[in-house]
Structure formats: structure tokens, C-alpha cells
């Protein structure tokens, strides 16, 4: 899961590029090559409708690696964890920039140097880890608390029924946005549920826009939304009384100094927006999902929270990142490598020998694009992981209770068995934070609410599956749940 993404999502439509005639003339060194029935757009259809489902086909029929055609462009998927390194660490000969940028102009009508993106991630690190950390920790249990009590103000005392999913997307959401972007002031009067209506909006068309199959009115919708986002963000990070983080304050500042204008920095800061609230919504309805539909591991669960609740006030966060909570890290993990189904691409700068580590050798020719799909392998990989479909909460447990790191493929340990969060130099920033986030979430919810499935056989919904590529998955329906707040909530 990418909850700071610079992992973007693989099918995009792009213009034709003069096939090379070495393609014509397969090499020995050359992976399989699929080029599909369809003249030019190749597998791009299957693609981008379930592409879990076309790159298991495409493994079962050529193996961990092979080259398709995908709407003009050839794309070698390498689905061997053993060998992932190789093009993780390779920093000269495969490069993501010219790609993400391509996705960033589409989705937000946004262009930025390359060296931009190195600083702010520089500035990601700075804030988002170490003693900052424990700042913003403790700025989301604040805002949490409010947001909690005020779900419930009204008719305490009454069960109330939603979709988990709304509900959990809905409250993280305008705790991330609080806690970054809109701080105490509220983004000088700018409601968070405002601004989670219109990006709501945004996030159904995404997919749609980084492919480029929006129809007319919805991109006249894409447009408009867009527009409402950028209107609504326009002041936050501006100054120090914006009420937002430092975090974004220096974002800011920073863009000003490279000579952005207002409108790149209001498309920056929606950029921001997405990039840091786009999966931790859905990560933390996956899990509470998977909880109340698993009454095992949602006993195992409470029965740690409940150890450690007697440390926790209303003025300190009991858990952050020193607390030690492995079951529900595990149940995390657990839900996350059944969810998060991003993309890890890289494009060929220059031609390179891809050195497996079976011993075999392929080459990834310039021009071409290189994704990696940990989804496939090794979070769903039957060999790594036994019944992969199975939510197991101690999966990622010992029998003594610490945590499990030793998974298996071909006989070796495996260093990449689950990849929620990336990997290398581009792993996610913010892991700490978001699962710190989550954790208190999903705490504060089992600790403070009855908080239970409106139909107790209910069953966890299916996968959208054209999401796959772009982070967390989201369902295709909902789980409904009823909750009240216990009275401890408003004695805190």
C-alpha cells in the first residue's frame, strides 16, 4: 500500500511509438514476448479490467517473466521476488519519472521538475519521521477524539447503521486532512466534509482519468471537481496561522521558491492530498472488515487492546510507535497483503541485462517499460503464502508470539514476502505514520462503540477490480455495520 505514493498505476493510453525493428527479430536473451490479437492496443482492454486476473494467465502460460503489448507500448512484468532487487536498486538504468509524470499531468493537470519530487520527499522524511513523528501522533489522537464524539453527539444512546466502508474513508479522511492540511482553524473556515465530498468524487473518476477513458460528461465532471478541489485548498500551508501542518507549510514554501504559481501550488497540494489520504481510508475498512467477519482474530485483536487500555487518557495517544501491539500488527499486515495492489514501474532509460536469480539472463530493451507486481507475487503466491484467499490474522506471528519473517519460494527465504509498502529507496515515507493512524483508529473504535455487522453472516465484498495498479483496492458494494458510543467515550 502506498499511503505516500510514488508507485503509479501501470495501463495508461498513450500515443504510438515506432516499434523498434529488433522487435521484429526475437533475441535468445529476449522475455517471452504476447502481443495479443488486437494490432497496436494488444492486452490493454484485458488490462485494465482485472489486471490480477490477466498477469495470472500471463504466468501460467510464460512464466515469472514475459513482455506484452499493452496499447502501443511493450511492458516486461518480472513476477520473481527473488529477483525484485534488480530492478528496485538500479537507479541509472530504470527510472519511473518520465511515467509518473505522464499520470500526474492527466490526473491533476500538473507538471513538475524532477528534482521537485526528490525535495519533497526529502521534506516527507524530515517531517514524517523521528520527533515530528510523535508531534503529528498526537495531533491525530486530538482530532480523532473530536471527530468520534461529534459522530455520536446526537441520540447517544441509539445504534446507528452505515456502510463500513463510507465510514471508515469518511472519519480517516478528514483526520488526515485536519491533521495536515486544515489544523485547528479549518482551513480558514473550509469544511472537512466538504472537501471529502468533492475528493470522493475525484477518487470514482481516477482510474477513468489516468487511463484516459472518460466519457464526455464525465470529463466535464473530472473538470469541475477538480476545480472545487483546488478552490477548496487554495489556503492551506499559505502561512503559519493556515492552521496547517509545518509539513505543508514547507511544501509550500518550497514550491514558491522553485517559482511556482498559485495554480501549480493549488495542483501540488491536491496532488498531496490524494497522495496521503487516498489509502488509509480504505486500508483501515479492509481490516475492520476482516475483524468483524473473522470472530477469532476480532477476539485476539481486543483481547491485546484490552490489556494496555488502562495506560490511555484523553491527553496521551496510547498507541503509538513504541507501543508493542503484534497481533494487530499482523492482522494489519494480513489485510494489506490481500488488498494492496499497486504497480511498481520502472521505464528503461538504456538497454540493461536483467540478471535473474535463477541464473538466467534477459534483455529489458530502451524505451520499453519494466512493473513489478507484488499482488501477484508474492502476496497471493500459494507457495509463499498457504491459501493465499484466506484472511489468517497470525499469519505474520510465531507460535511464541513475535513476528514471523521467514516465507519461502523455491526453498530460499524470501526478503520481499509481502509489499504493501513498497520497497527500496522509493518505500513509503509515511508507513510509520499511517499505521500509527489506522492503529489508533481501529482501537478507538473496538475500545469506545458497540460496533458490529448488521447481518452477522454477512460476507466481506468483492474487489473492484479496475482498481487494481492504483494502491489499496476498494470494494465493489459495502459492509454494513450498526455502532453506538459507549458512555466511556464522553467520559474521557
Not at 24 to 49: M, N, Q, T, Y
Not at 275 to 291: D, E, H, K, R, S
Not at 353 to 378: I, N, Q, W
Not at 441 to 468: G, H, I, K, W
Request: net charge positive.
Amino acid at each position: 500500500m502506498r499511503v505516500f505514493k510514488d508507485h503509479m498505476p501501470l495501463f495508461v493510453k498513450v500515443q504510438p511509438r515506432q516499434i523498434s525493428l529488433l522487435f521484429l527479430f526475437r533475441l535468445k536473451s529476449d522475455p517471452p514476448l504476447d502481443k495479443g490479437v488486437i494490432p497496436w492496443l494488444g492486452h490493454a482492454l484485458e488490462f485494465g479490467k482485472d489486471a490480477a486476473k490477466f498477469l495470472s494467465r500471463m504466468k501460467q502460460k510464460h512464466g515469472d517473466i514475459f513482455t506484452v503489448r499493452v496499447a502501443g507500448r511493450y511492458v516486461t512484468v518480472l513476477l520473481d521476488p527473488h529477483s525484485y532487487d534488480a530492478v528496485i536498486d538500479d537507479p541509472v538504468s530504470l527510472d519511473f519519472t518520465r511515467y509518473a509524470q505522464v499520470l500526474m499531468d492527466r490526473i491533476f493537470n500538473l507538471q513538475l521538475p524532477h528534482h521537485q519530487g526528490a525535495k519533497a520527499k526529502a521534506m516527507m522524511k524530515q517531517h514524517f519521521q523521528g520527533a515530528n513523528l510523535v508531534w503529528l501522533n498526537g495531533t491525530v489522537h486530538k482530532h480523532l477524539w473530536a471527530l468520534l464524539k461529534a459522530e455520536t453527539l446526537q441520540n447517544q444512546t441509539d445504534w446507528k447503521e452505515e456502510g463500513l466502508f463510507n465510514f471508515s474513508y469518511s472519519l480517516l479522511f478528514k483526520l488526515g486532512y485536519l491533521t495536515l492540511f486544515g489544523g485547528e482553524q479549518n482551513n480558514n473556515g473550509t469544511d472537512p466534509s466538504d472537501v471529502y465530498k468533492e475528493y470522493r468524487k475525484f477518487d470514482r473518476l481516477l482510474t477513468k482519468m489516468a487511463r484516459a477513458t472518460l466519457k464526455p460528461d464525465e470529463k466535464r465532471t473530472a473538470q469541475s471537481v477538480r476545480q472545487r478541489l483546488w478552490e477548496l485548498l487554495a489556503p492551506a500551508g499559505l502561512s503559519a496561522d493556515s492552521g496547517s501542518s509545518p509539513w505543508l507549510q514547507g511544501y509550500r514554501q518550497q514550491l514558491q521558491e522553485e517559482g511556482a504559481d498559485e495554480e501549480v501550488q493549488r495542483k501540488a497540494v491536491l496532488l498531496q492530498l490524494w497522495a496521503t489520504q487516498g489509502n488509509v481510508g480504505p486500508a483501515a475498512f479492509w481490516l475492520l472488515g476482516y475483524l468483524l467477519t473473522n470472530p477469532e482474530a476480532l477476539t485476539a485483536v481486543r483481547r491485546e487492546f484490552s490489556r494496555i487500555s488502562q495506560m490511555e487518557t484523553s491527553q496521551t495517544p496510547l498507541l503509538d510507535s513504541l507501543v508493542h501491539t503484534p497481533v494487530f500488527d499482523s492482522a494489519l499486515e494480513e489485510a494489506l497483503r490481500l488488498t494492496a495492489a499497486p504497480f511498481i514501474t520502472r521505464e528503461v532509460v538504456q538497454e540493461k541485462t536483467l540478471h535473474m536469480a535463477d541464473g538466467k539472463e534477459y534483455l529489458l530493451r530502451k524505451g520499453d517499460r519494466v512493473c513489478l507486481f507484488p499482488f501477484s507475487s508474492p502476496q497471493m503466491d500459494p507457495e509463499i503464502h498457504h491459501e493465499p484467499q484466506k484472511y489468517k490474522y497470525d499469519r505474520f506471528l510465531n507460535e511464541d508470539g513475535s513476528e514471523r519473517r521467514d516465507f519461502y519460494k523455491g526453498g530460499r527465504r524470501l526478503k520481499y514476502y509481502t509489499m504493501p509498502w513498497g520497497a527500496g529507496t522509493n518505500g513509503c515515507v509515511g508507513k510509520q505514520f499511517a499505521i500509527n493512524t489506522i492503529r489508533q483508529f481501529v482501537y478507538m473504535v473496538l475500545t469506545y462503540y458497540d460496533f458490529e455487522l448488521c447481518d452477522p453472516n454477512a460476507q466481506m465484498p468483492e474487489v473492484d477490480a479496475s482498481r487494481y495498479g492504483f494502491g489499496m483496492l476498494q470494494p465493489k458494494g459495502d459492509l454494513f455495520i450498526r455502532y453506538k458510543a459507549k458512555s466511556s467515550l464522553y467520559d474521557c
